[in-house]
């Protein structure tokens, strides 16, 4: 069953600027992660964040959690046209993780 | 290459057909998935495995059936399909008792049902 909800569901900006997309879930956690998908493709993990910490960083990622609001960021900081994908959030709990529906983002040349 | 390797990648099937797609991973994992994923909606996971023993199964219809033989190998068999079981079939692999890694996908399975 679908944990997360993305917002917004589609982003585009210019190349160089930063990308921020939210994520807000419903129940108890044990931890969240962030993917990323390409068309038509598999999808990546960016990063992982513990129910027990609240910002994490991985190169030109940012992501915070604040689990009393239950929600997430993720930023991407100087964005490149290369960052264009389907970003999903997905919550981890006994051991599977159930998705989002993601936010499309489109980097501008 | 991810280290999960989906065959085929593509697959169309009219609605009397047998087929399998099979997933394959050599990370060393102990947990297999597998999710499907359509247009417009998130994914859904379908079945778990966890040490080769199936601990989920989603309301999956029967005419999706899912096998496990070893801890590196997992297929889902489909037979007498729906058009609207056409979506983009995805294979994950994960290792449960360590909270470092997400899971790892494969690249998918495109199948269109006719």
């Known amino acids: 069953s679908q944990q997360g909800e993305e917002d917004p569901q589609a982003l585009s900006i210019q190349e160089g600027e930063n990308a921020t997309m939210n994520c807000s879930y419903k129940?108890?956690?044990?931890?969240l992660q962030w993917y990323r998908q390409n068309s038509g493709r598999g999808l990546v993990h960016l990063i992982l964040i513990r129910s027990n910490e609240r910002e994490k960083h991985s190169g030109r990622l940012r992501v915070t959690l604040d689990t009393s609001k239950k929600s997430s960021s993720l930023l991407i900081t100087a964005s490149r046209a290369a960052d264009t994908a389907s970003y999903f959030c997905?919550?981890?709990?006994?051991?599977?993780?159930?998705f989002g529906a993601g936010t499309t983002v489109t980097v501008r040349a | 290459e991810t280290g999960v390797t989906q065959t085929p990648r593509h697959l169309v099937m009219g609605m009397t057909n047998k087929k399998s797609l099979k997933c394959e991973q050599h990370?060393?994992?102990?947990?297999m998935y597998w999710y499907k994923q359509s247009a417009k909606k998130p994914l859904e996971l379908m079945f778990v495995?966890?040490?080769?023993?199936?601990?989920e199964n989603n309301s999956v219809p029967s005419r999706f059936s899912p096998e496990c033989p070893n801890s590196s190998h997992l297929f889902l068999h489909l037979h007498t399909l729906q058009p609207e079981d056409s979506a983009l079939y995805l294979c994950?692999?994960?290792?449960?008792?360590?909270?470092?890694?997400?899971?790892?996908f494969g690249s998918g399975t495109r199948l269109t049902v006719v």
């Open positions: 997905a919550t981890e709990n006994d051991y599977k993780l159930s």
């Open positions: 994950a692999s994960s290792q449960v008792d360590i909270q470092r890694g997400g899971y790892t």
């Open positions: 129940t108890s956690i044990n931890n």
């Open positions: 990370l060393g994992h102990n947990a």
């Open positions: 495995y966890n040490f080769k023993e199936q601990t």
